[in-house]
């Protein structure tokens, strides 16, 4: 499931389209979610983790919204 969601990132950052980027990162967030109900860790530690994928989130779309428009902009 993790070379999956690594493999359709990849693809999506190939082909600029933030769509797939999401769906690839949403599979790998589906992958953490579920590794937290199998282990038991502190509400602490999840809340950090929870940041963390959301700052990764908006990293990964800022990044990908920027290098479209840089590459709309040489057209």
């Not at 769906?23 to 790998?28: A, D, K, N, P, S």
Request: aromatic share 10%.
């Amino acid at each position: 499931m993790l070379w999956l969601s690594v493999s359709i990132i990849t693809n999506g950052v190939r082909n600029q389209r933030i769509g797939v980027v999401n769906l690839g990162m949403m599979t790998i967030v589906a992958l953490i979610v579920a590794r937290f109900f199998d282990i038991d860790v502190s509400f602490v530690v999840r809340g950090i983790v929870f940041v963390l994928v959301g700052l990764g989130f908006l990293a990964a779309n800022v990044v990908l919204l920027r290098r479209k428009a840089g590459w709309q902009n040489e057209k």
